[in-house]
């Protein structure tokens, strides 16, 4: 009797777990420093691998990337370091007004771990300077659709430097951002990440994105709302500059000013389907060291418990900014996709293919609606329903020579690889 009790526990607890698990996803904002034209610090990809390896995002944003070259180097890290499962989004040239300037080498990019997220959409936000870009993604879950969860992430570089000028400049492409979002369902998850460039929160671009009588309001989900530049009180909220030292790239002066942000909108704060881990907000390479105010990242006096000198260190020699973390949170259950199991979809014959690719499905798993097929940036090229045949024979002539994937979303299997050819 006592051991047949003692099972049935085992089984409520195992219940209980499994009804209130919760899934963890790791977000990263950074202002990439002109990468990878930028060359004052030789083999600078060395510094990102290391940080991207040790943090290793599920959502990394990034601004200041220059090339389809360097998102592809990127990308590679991802895959190598972390998993084949990273992908990002379609790399798009700045297309706004650059009458101010030439922005065209300074873009924004996504990059995402597609066994948890899949990307639905992208769009430009156009302003008088340079582009939101927004991504709309979608958690990779179990019962995606039939409650699908959607996250809005915006990635922006507003302009630079102090004056009045500038925080014209700032306050008017967050008033095109405003415009845009008004589009949105007002219950929708959006997280703006980027450089913001604003020195106080008293600046008008600041108050544009905070205005509660928005309809897509942004928060602080570090609560750290202030005069942030050569403010100790929030040395803790420091981005930028990495360096005191001339001759790296970017700018310098030493720690002393929160220029780069992860905002929030208030519903992911408290909704269960999709919200911020508490006091997860971090500076990533700042220890909260007063000493290191005005001083470089990788000084002793930038020393503390969170990040070693070799992470500071790396963080100083890839950019003069240093990268946003938040970790995000979700009650529902991700298919987290590890491994892939022969017994439930195959390729017949080789995986080199000219015209024709033949498919094996193995598992009629109830729930497998559909096939998708990926480019090697992520996109989908072909979506293709499943019926209740085994066998499949997909035309795929029409596809460019190059690697592909595909993938069964509602199975817990990897994706497959196949190479089109002439």
Known sequence: MKKKIQIISMLCILITHSLFSQENLKVMFYNLLNFPLESNVSNRIQYLDAILDNYQPDIFTVCELNNVSGANSILQILQNRISEDYRMAIF???????????QNDLQNLIFYNS?????????LVTTIYRDFNHYKLKLNSTNQD?????????VCHLKASSGTDNQALRLEMVQDLTQYLNTFPADSFVMLTGDLNVYTNSEPAFQELIDDTNHIVFTDPANKIGSWHNNTNYVDMFTQSTRTQTGLGGSTGGMDD????????????????????????????????????????KDSEC?????????????YYFSDHLPVTIQLETNETLLNIQSYSIDS???????????TLNISINNQNHSAKKLRIYNTLGQVVKTVPLGSSKNMSLDVSYLSNGLYYISIP?????????????
């Open 146 to 154: 039939s409650n699908p969860v959607y996250l809005d992430v915006i």
């Open 303 to 315: 020393s503390g418990v969170k990040f070693s000198t070799e992470i500071r260190e790396s963080l």
């Open 410 to 422: 509602s199975l817990n299997v990897q994706p497959l690889k196949f190479v089109k050819i002439n």
């Open 92 to 102: 798009t040239l700045n297309t706004s007004d650059d009458n101010l300037g030439d």
């Open 345 to 355: 979809f195959q390729i017949i014959g080789t995986n080199v293919i000219e015209n």
């Open 258 to 297: 929160r220029f780069d942000f992860i905002l929030t909108s208030p519903n992911m704060l408290s909704n269960s389907d999709l919200y911020y881990v508490n006091n997860s907000y971090q500076v990533y390479g700042n220890n909260g060291n007063i000493d290191c105010y005005n001083n470089e990242i």
């Open 115 to 123: 066994s948890k997220f899949i990307l639905e959409s992208q769009n």
